[in-house]
Structures are given as C-alpha cells and as structure tokens.
C-alpha cells in the first residue's frame, strides 16, 4: 500500500485526520469538506492576482468548490484533493515568477508534494506540463530571454528541490516497489 501513488498513505493531510480515532467514514468526509474550502480559498487567491474585485473573487471561490467537478468526483478523494491544490499551485508559479523571490517557489513546492502525494497521479502529471508550458510562454513572452531562462530554472530548480525534499520516502517506496512491477 505504501508504494501506490493512489493510496495516499504519505499524503500528510490525510495522516492529520487519520490521528482522530483512525481512518474511516468520518475522517474522509471531514477530509473531503476540508479540500472543498482550502480549493476555494487557493481559488480566491488565484482570482485576486487576475481580478480586482472582491465580491467576484469570492463568487468565483464558491463556483469552482462546488462546481460540477468537484461535486461528482467527491467520491474519489484524490480528485477532490487534485481539485483543491491545482489553485495553490498555480497562484504560487505565477508568485514565483512575478517576484523572483524563494519564498513564492519554495511554496511552489510544498503545494506541488501536497498534490504529488494527496492527488490521482494523472493530475500531477498535468500539473508537470502546465508548469512547463508557463516556463515556455514566460520565456516566450519576455523581451531579456537570458533572464527569463534564468528565472525559469531558479522557480524550477528551488521549487523541484523542495517538492523532491518534501516528497522523499513518497518516492522511495515507489522506488523500492518497481521489481514488483512490468
């Protein structure tokens, strides 16, 4: 069990609510609410980098917790937790960029080993091309293309660091499991 990336067993958030009286029906439907609020802050987070008014970034919060999505996929707990740091990660990438600061990348990570370990694998796999695609494009999109290789490798190399540091006994007992494995 603990080399099945859908299994979640080094996923911290659900070793929290396992620590309150072990693992069953209650603790994934408190599991279940919990990534339903924290998708809709990442959310309004997201939103309030793009527009500026509050109402509408709380309207748009609310819309994508309880959109079709989330709501129909609410059995499958690691769709529901991709659901809920897909916003995380993307606010923080686009931090990282903006600011050029460690702060916003090393967030970066942490939100990418909490989708890594918490999500269906297929959304970390998407995240992976949507990262590379902004790299693309703010490489692309940028007049000094030395300097905005240069921030696209700082953002990918300290985020990649913490994500791999975070992510470390996660990847090893995938690691440790592949003999078993064609």
């Given amino acids: 069990m603990h080399s099945n990336p859908q299994g979640a067993v080094w996923y911290p958030i659900a070793r929290f609510f396992g620590m309150f009286g072990g693992y069953g029906i209650y603790q994934i439907n408190l599991e279940l609410v919990f990534h339903i609020v924290v998708g809709g802050i990442g959310t309004y987070f997201l939103l309030s980098k793009h527009i500026n008014n509050k109402k509408v970034q709380a309207i748009g919060a609310l819309v994508y917790s309880l959109s079709g999505f989330v709501s129909s996929t609410s059995h499958m707990i690691g769709f529901t937790a991709g659901a809920a740091w897909l916003p995380w990660c993307l606010f923080f990438l686009v931090q990282a960029y903006e600011k050029r600061k460690l702060l916003p990348a090393t967030l970066l990570g942490l939100f990418t080993y909490l989708n890594l370990t918490g999500a269906y694998p297929a959304f970390s796999i998407v995240l992976a091309y949507i ?52």
């Fill in 131 to 182: 990262y590379i695609g902004y790299a693309i494009f703010y490489i692309l999109s940028q007049e000094n293309k030395k300097q905005a290789i240069l921030t696209s490798l700082r953002v990918g190399i300290m985020s990649g660091i913490t994500t791999l540091l975070l992510a470390a006994p996660f990847l090893y007992s995938i690691y440790d499991s592949l003999e078993y494995f064609n």
